[in-house]
């Protein structure tokens, strides 16, 4: 392919994805095909001749879009969203143009440069804590990572290097007896998160080898870990001979968006393990991956003004914020946690710039080596849309969220809300008058397999302190209000159904 057919390709393809967006609604939400579907319908081996664009083309429509799931579709509610905008696509194209493995500054200033400045434009617009900016007082930063659950393992790794390097640092003459020191402990570290925290925590701590254990939280206090029950755990924990290391507080969960307890979490570590105390400190690392981008909102940026007593803070442009998949933002309070435990240096990579410790090269801020281009997205994001316009996207969706909600408590003959709404989330389940909650299950069950197989609307489920719930979060880009009226008489419908015949 060359310039000129690259022209005419683009052209062409750029006119059918604006007709995909432009047509959308129409289709089918969830995909349908059999598990196996396209081995049937591919050849078995790759083509020996090159093929027209045209031709290749066309097999999108017939064979590629049948087996996709539209989530960028106004009827998509399930789990939270995985949002896109035309000028984060735009972005994207220009990325690939300028392709490049960037693992550090000299691969290309730019793609360095931009990653600083546009994350420290997001930690001001989010109202976090100056230590969070690369020009706050505490070494700071932020580095784009693909997702959350990349960013947990970088900041566990970096958690656990930094407590073992810390309670072994009386032995730093001598190096066997240190490695022995370290070898002991590591069998004793203990990451923690609640029960509702994601799993990407427990599975941080698989790769890591340490222990994970959870946090009980209750309906009572809206299912979010409290100071109270995390310090019992702890306490419960170091009776046991272990020494937990590592916790993901969570703002937004993802059942039911709920937020942990930060200002108790916060006054118990500083009780049980503080900076420099004889225990050893407990990294706190705030998975914000959906309900983080809401602190563009003046009306939430009170829940940030305890972040400076933790460690890190991570939010997903791309759940909410109009930035395509992938694009995870993390804050680190002190990046040298992070190149302490990271930095990789071999002869190939020296330059004078990194010599000189005046550039970043965020190789050493993650798990990869090489690293893509995603600031240039978020640079358009912002840059088209501005703080205001974001602002707006956002509540457009919790406004969404409230009109849900208020027609499902004017159904009390059918509904009861679970949690919510919260951060355009609601959780109900369905309701019936004398029934026991074995019996509400299977109703909500029934109802939720009903309305996903007909496929006009797609939720997730979710199991809380032992209800079945469906939640519904309209945060998709396009979704309007009278889209969320119309899940709600596809809902209600369903439940009417259910309930005639139970």
Same mark, same amino acid.
Request: glycine letters at 6%; aromatic letters at 10%.
């Given at each position: 392919?060359?310039?000129?057919?690259?022209?005419?390709?683009?052209?062409?393809?750029?006119?059918?994805?604006?007709?995909?967006?432009? =047509?959308?609604?129409?289709?089918?939400?969830?995909?349908?095909?059999?598990?196996?579907?396209?081995?049937?319908?591919?050849?078995?081996?790759?083509?020996?001749?090159?093929?027209?664009?045209?031709?290749?083309?066309?097999?999108?429509?017939?064979?590629?879009?049948?087996?996709?799931?539209?989530?960028?579709?106004?009827?998509?509610?399930?789990?939270?969203?995985?949002?896109?905008?035309?000028?984060?696509?735009?972005?994207?194209?220009?990325?690939?143009?300028?392709?490049?493995?960037?693992?550090?500054?000299?691969?290309?200033?730019?793609?360095?440069?931009?990653?600083?400045?546009?994350?420290?434009?997001?930690?001001?617009?989010?109202?976090?804590?100056?230590?969070?900016?690369?020009?706050?007082?505490?070494?700071?930063?932020?580095?784009?990572?693909?997702?959350?659950?990349?960013?947990?393992?970088?900041?566990?790794?970096?958690?656990?290097?930094?407590?073992?390097?810390?309670?072994?640092?009386?032995?730093?003459?001598?190096?066997?007896?240190?490695?022995?020191?370290?070898?002991?402990?590591?069998?004793?570290?203990?990451?923690?998160?609640?029960?509702?925290?994601?799993?990407?925590?427990?599975?941080?701590?698989?790769?890591?080898?340490?222990?994970?254990?959870?946090?009980?939280?209750?309906?009572?206090?809206?299912?979010?870990?409290?100071?109270?029950?995390?310090?019992?755990?702890?306490?419960?924990?170091?009776?046991?001979?272990?020494?937990?290391?590592?916790?993901?507080?969570?703002?937004?969960?993802?059942?039911?968006?709920?937020?942990?307890?930060?200002?108790?979490?916060?006054?118990?570590?500083?009780?049980?393990?503080?900076?420099?105390?004889?225990?050893?400190?407990?990294?706190?690392?705030?998975?914000?991956?959906?309900?983080?981008?809401?602190?563009?909102?003046?009306?939430?940026?009170?829940?940030?003004?305890?972040?400076?007593?933790?460690?890190?803070?991570?939010?997903?442009?791309?759940?909410?914020?109009?930035?395509?998949?992938?694009?995870?933002?993390?804050?680190?309070?002190?990046?040298?946690?992070?190149?302490?435990?990271?930095?990789?240096?071999?002869?190939?990579?020296?330059?004078?710039?990194?010599?000189?410790?005046?550039?970043?090269?965020?190789?050493?801020?993650?798990?990869?080596?090489?690293?893509?281009?995603?600031?240039?997205?978020?640079?358009?994001?912002?840059?088209?849309?501005?703080?205001?316009?974001?602002?707006?996207?956002?509540?457009?969706?919790?406004?969404?969220?409230?009109?849900?909600?208020?027609?499902?408590?004017?159904?009390?003959?059918?509904?009861?809300?679970? =949690?919510?709404?919260?951060?355009?989330?609601?959780?109900?389940?369905?309701?019936?008058?004398?029934?026991?909650?074995?019996?509400?299950?299977?109703?909500?069950? =029934?109802?939720?397999?009903?309305?996903?197989?007909?496929?006009?609307?797609?939720?997730?489920?979710?199991?809380?302190?032992?209800?079945?719930?469906?939640?519904?979060?309209?945060?998709?880009?396009?979704?309007?209000?009278?889209?969320?009226?119309?899940?709600?008489?596809?809902?209600?419908?369903?439940?009417?159904?259910?309930?005639?015949?139970?």
């Amino acid at each position: 392919m060359d310039s000129k057919q690259f022209r005419e390709a683009a052209i062409s393809s750029i006119d059918d994805i604006v007709k995909y967006y432009d =047509t959308i609604e129409e289709r089918r939400v969830v995909s349908n095909v059999e598990p196996g579907y396209l081995r049937k319908i591919l050849p078995e081996e790759a083509p020996q001749n090159g093929e027209a664009w045209a031709d290749i083309q066309k097999d999108l429509e017939a064979k590629i879009l049948p087996g996709i799931t539209h989530w960028q579709s106004p009827n998509f509610l399930a789990w939270f969203p995985s949002s896109s905008s035309f000028p984060a696509m735009l972005g994207e194209m220009y990325s690939a143009a300028f392709t490049g493995a960037a693992f550090n500054w000299i691969c290309s200033p730019a793609v360095t440069e931009l990653e600083t400045i546009v994350m420290d434009w997001l930690a001001k617009a989010f109202a976090l804590p100056p230590c969070y900016l690369s020009t706050g007082p505490t070494a700071g930063g932020g580095v784009i990572h693909g997702t959350a659950s990349e960013a947990i393992a970088t900041v566990l790794v970096a958690a656990r290097d930094k407590y073992l390097r810390e309670a072994t640092a009386h032995l730093a003459g001598d190096e066997e007896a240190r490695e022995d020191a370290v070898a002991e402990r590591r069998g004793k570290l203990v990451a923690l998160g609640s029960v509702a925290t994601h799993s990407a925590t427990k599975k941080a701590a698989m790769i890591a080898g340490v222990r994970f254990r959870t946090v009980p939280v209750h309906a009572a206090d809206g299912y979010r870990m409290t100071g109270a029950e995390l310090k019992r755990v702890i306490l419960e924990l170091r009776a046991r001979g272990l020494e937990p290391f590592y916790l993901t507080a969570t703002l937004g969960t993802t059942d039911t968006c709920a937020i942990d307890d930060m200002e108790g979490i916060a006054s118990v570590l500083e009780e049980l393990a503080p900076a420099g105390g004889a225990t050893g400190e407990i990294w706190v690392h705030v998975d914000a991956a959906y309900a983080g981008v809401a602190l563009i909102c003046p009306e939430y940026q009170h829940l940030a003004r305890v972040f400076d007593r933790f460690h890190s803070y991570n939010t997903n442009l791309h759940k909410w914020l109009l930035v395509n998949f992938d694009c995870s933002a993390v804050w680190v309070r002190d990046r040298r946690h992070l190149t302490e435990a990271l930095s990789v240096n071999l002869a190939i990579l020296k330059n004078q710039h990194t010599d000189s410790g005046l550039v970043t090269d965020y190789r050493d801020w993650q798990i990869p080596f090489g690293r893509r281009f995603r600031s240039l997205k978020v640079w358009f994001v912002v840059r088209t849309y501005g703080v205001e316009g974001l602002r707006a996207h956002v509540r457009k969706h919790i406004k969404h969220a409230e009109t849900f909600a208020e027609l499902a408590k004017g159904r009390p003959d059918l509904f009861e809300i679970v =949690t919510g709404p919260r951060f355009a989330l609601t959780v109900f389940r369905l309701v019936k008058e004398g029934s026991t909650l074995e019996e509400q299950n299977a109703l909500t069950k =029934t109802m939720y397999d009903a309305v996903v197989e007909e496929g006009r609307i797609f939720l997730s489920s979710t199991v809380v302190g032992g209800v079945f719930a469906i939640r519904h979060n309209p945060a998709t880009p396009f979704v309007e209000e009278h889209h969320v009226r119309k899940h709600f008489e596809i809902l209600a419908e369903a439940a009417e159904k259910v309930l005639g015949k139970a």
